[in-house]
Structures are given as C-alpha cells and as structure tokens.
C-alpha cells in the first residue's frame, strides 16, 4: 500500500472568518490525517504564530500562508500566498491597509443594512469576529442570530451580494499588488477556487495571463465540494498555461457537513503539485 501525503493548503481560523481558534484547528487537521496544511486567512496572518505553536511536536507541518482579496476587472478574486514570511514588512503593510479597509466597508455595509430596517449590525457582526478581522461572513451569522434568513447561504443570496441592501463593492488590492506583496514575502501566489468566479471562460484565461505576466505560479485546482468535471477543467488550464497545480479545503468550519480538513480529491495525474517547487 502507497500511503500519500495529505495536502490541504487552504483554511481558515478565527484570525479570519473560520469558527476554530488557530489551535483547535491545527488539532482537528491532525484528526483528519492531514500531513500539510496551509493556514490562509484573509488578508492577515495573525492566526499563524498559534498555528505553528500547536503543530510543533507533532507530526504535521504547517505552512504560513494567507488569502489576499483582489479586484480585478470589476470582479472579487482571491489569491493564496503560501510559504509566505509573515515578518516581511511590504506585505504586512499590504494586508493592514486591506483590513483598515474592512473596518469602513463594514460600517457601510451597517449603514445600508440600518436603512434596510435592520439596525445594530456593526455591533452584532463584530460579536462573531475576532478584533483581527471583519468581513460579510460576520454579519451573515448575526443576520441568521435574528432570523433575516434560515441559513448562511440563503442571507447571503439576501443580504450580501450585488443588487441586496447590505452589499458594498469591494475596492481590493490589485492583482499586481497581490501578487507583489506574496512574492515579497518568498511566497508562492496561487489563484484560488478558480471555479467559484462568475466570469467567462474567456475572462478566466484572461485573468490567468495576467496572473503570470505579474509573477503568480499556482492554480487551486482541487477545491473542497467540487465536481469531478469542474476539477478535470481546471487541470486542463493548469497544464495549457503551465501553472503549478495546488489542492485546498478552504475549510470554514465544522458546521459546514460539506467541507472537512482533508477531505478532497486527489489532484489528476498530469497536474504538477505546488510542493514539487518546494
Ligand atoms: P468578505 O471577504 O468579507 O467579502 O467575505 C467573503 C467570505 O464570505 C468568503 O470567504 C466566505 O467565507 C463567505 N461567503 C461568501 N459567499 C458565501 C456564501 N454564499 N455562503 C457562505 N459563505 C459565503
Ligand atoms: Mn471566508
Ligand atoms: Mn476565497
Ligand atoms: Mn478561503
């Protein structure tokens, strides 16, 4: 029997929008039989010092790693930086103006919300943050605490998105920028959950191009709960535009019965894996 490596470079901890503290979250990837996982919060690596902390004397090994939000050609897209050196000051510099960005765009969002007749959201969306980090996943689980939708899902499609009263678009870092600040740091910037952007195919290679011309590397090609079909495409683009091929959960939380730590697809046998650059 061939055991394999357990990859999964993609998740994320109460430092971002994740339901488990950095440790507990270490500790359930051990249970699932991860061997590598990545820890990529969005816009901000403050869970990263307890993660490594946790997974010292244990068998796993944890990658420094963080989720950048980006806008790019009127689209929100995200872009993972692993084996980043969290002590670097272009991107710790990069990742506060985002999260100093996030403070005004909540009180937006609040603002739209109030004028929506639901008051108090600032406040009640922050109950479920840490004081790292706030994003709309914050303010979707008080939207469900006071019964505006029955789940996370439906107050999203309510609530959250373009064209819904709570919905302020994002003014993210540029994908230059991204990138930039990843590559800055030693990292590897990987485009992720490349299947989960309403853009056309034509875009998508578009945006590809200029992910490579910038300096990016990497294409999550296994995403959790996807496809098997989905997943072939992607490997397909992977191998036409030459990018390293990367596999990660972008594990939430355990109430999520749909994503668990560990729990994918292997990645097809022509995909070049991340790690083999490593
Ligand atoms: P933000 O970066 O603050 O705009 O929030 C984006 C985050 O919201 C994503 O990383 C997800 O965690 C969460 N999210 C976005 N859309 C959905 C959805 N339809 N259902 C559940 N969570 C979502
Ligand atoms: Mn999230
Ligand atoms: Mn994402
Ligand atoms: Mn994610």
Redesign the pocket.
Known sequence: MILMTCYDLHS?STAS?GSLNPAALIARAIEQGVDVLALTD?DGTEGIAEAQLAAKNTALKLISGVEI?VTWSGT?IHIVGLNIDIANPTLQQGLQAMRDY?IGRAEEIAKRLDKAGISGALDGAKKYASEIML???HF?KFLVEHGYAKD??NV??RYLVRNKPGYVP?QWASLSEAVSWITAAGGQAVIAHPARYKITATKLRRLIGEFKEVGGIGFEVVSGRQHPEEVKKLARLAEKFELLTSCGSDF?TPDNEWVELGNLSTLPQHCVPIWSCW
């Open positions: 994320h929008d969005h939000s929100t996030r994003g709309r996943l979707a996370i899902s999203f499609k994002g939430h």
